[in-house]
């Protein structure tokens, strides 16, 4: 098992380098030759590279990645969505962007960047929906994660410097000044957080890492506001996204076990016991897992995999809490966002097709199968 997947992981386990990103191109492939009807439709005339996050705010939908233009219009790595066109965000950000959400009525953006809206700001900034401000003095290094928990904003990744003062990998913000998440990831050359969620009044953190202040994690752990606490025996390989689904916490990545128990790059937990989604994904072929959100009920899937469950299903699928279906016929390259927009599900990646039809790297669905 170690061996199969030891040099495909520095690929695949997290974005959050653009090495990383590069090597993620590689996987693309071409177009699937499947004919079931969809009601997949494209965004405007889209965006022109990697959609990375999606989020609503103010009644607009947010993407951020690697992009420089989006429905025509020159941006930098961030645009909103109206509905009807794309508008720019300010002067945008000028690296990256791997993370968004909202925390007391403004719009928080984490990344690899230095400056928003020509503002020097460092690893996160927020948008107020009029103008770009800078967290503070900063996080020194990447924010891949961000999450509000207890009335506080966390941001996670790979760090080591926040506001000036040593932090590793995790920090919260209470509004106006940022704190430790107790002593954050022990040291590791490729530790790292890129996922976290609020379940069970619990803030679960996941990623690449072994252990979290001191207590083992095997890459993903648990806090309560005051320390950190294993779940369970972990996960065998990094987990990359993390959703809450019908009172239970799913995590996905490229692993194959959780809590010992065989688990095809996808698991759930409900609070005491880990346990498999069906037969998972991939159906025994190498895939790997980046984007969750829940839609119509149901659980989106988004990610490197051309099965789920037993049927095919092109890089997105949905799981119902007993079975899996396709996304009408899917994509045709790895998504790596997904998002809830005006009752629509949206997705967004390096691919450039849905069903045959052209869209540029973002596209949405409504739920329906068109005849």
Not at 213 to 229: F, L, P, T, V, Y
Request: with cysteine.
């Amino acid at each position: 098992m170690k061996g199969k997947y030891s040099v495909k992981l520095k690929h695949t386990f997290c974005i959050c380098y653009k090495a990383t990103i590069s090597a993620l191109i590689l996987f693309a492939v071409a177009c699937n030759d499947s004919k079931k009807p969809s009601a997949w439709a494209p965004v405007g005339s889209g965006i022109n590279n990697l959609v990375l996050s999606l989020t609503p705010y103010k009644g607009e939908l947010y993407a951020g990645g690697s992009f420089s233009n989006a429905g025509g219009k020159q941006v930098n790595n961030i645009a909103r969505w109206n509905g009807s066109e794309w508008h720019l965000v300010g002067k945008g950000i000028n690296k990256m962007v791997l993370c968004m959400t909202q925390y007391n009525g403004k719009l928080f953006v984490g990344g690899g960047f230095d400056s928003a809206g020509g503002k020097h700001s460092t690893g996160i900034a927020c948008w107020n929906g009029n103008e770009w401000q800078p967290v503070g003095m900063g996080i020194k290094g990447t924010v891949s994660a961000l999450c509000v928990y207890n009335k506080e904003l966390y941001a996670a990744g790979k760090f080591d410097t926040v506001d000036g003062k040593p932090s590793h990998s995790i920090a919260r913000w209470d509004g106006a000044r940022w704190s430790d998440a107790g002593t954050g990831l022990d040291s590791g050359k490729y530790s790292f957080i890129c996922g976290l969620a609020v379940y069970h009044g619990e803030l679960y953190a996941s990623g690449t890492f072994k252990a979290v202040a001191g207590k083992q994690g095997n890459n993903i752990s648990r806090w309560d506001g005051k320390e950190w606490k294993p779940v369970g025996q972990g996960i065998s390989y990094p987990v990359t996204a993390l959703s809450v689904y019908k009172d239970e916490l799913y995590v996905c990545g490229v692993f194959d076990t959780a809590g010992g128990t065989p688990a095809n790059y996808i698991a759930r937990w409900n609070g005491k016991d880990w346990a498999p989604v069906g037969t998972g994904l991939g159906n025994g072929q190498f895939a790997s897992i980046w984007s969750l959100t829940t839609y119509n009920n149901e659980l989106i899937v988004g990610g490197l995999f051309k099965s789920a469950g037993e049927q095919q299903a092109n890089y997105i699928a949905k799981w119902n809490g007993t079975s899996w279906d396709p996304v009408g016929g899917g994509v045709n390259s790895p998504v790596h966002s997904l998002g809830v927009y005006n009752d629509e599900l949206y997705a967004g990646g390096l691919f450039d097709t849905v069903d045959a039809a052209p869209v540029n790297h973002i596209a949405r669905w409504n739920g329906k199968i068109s005849k």
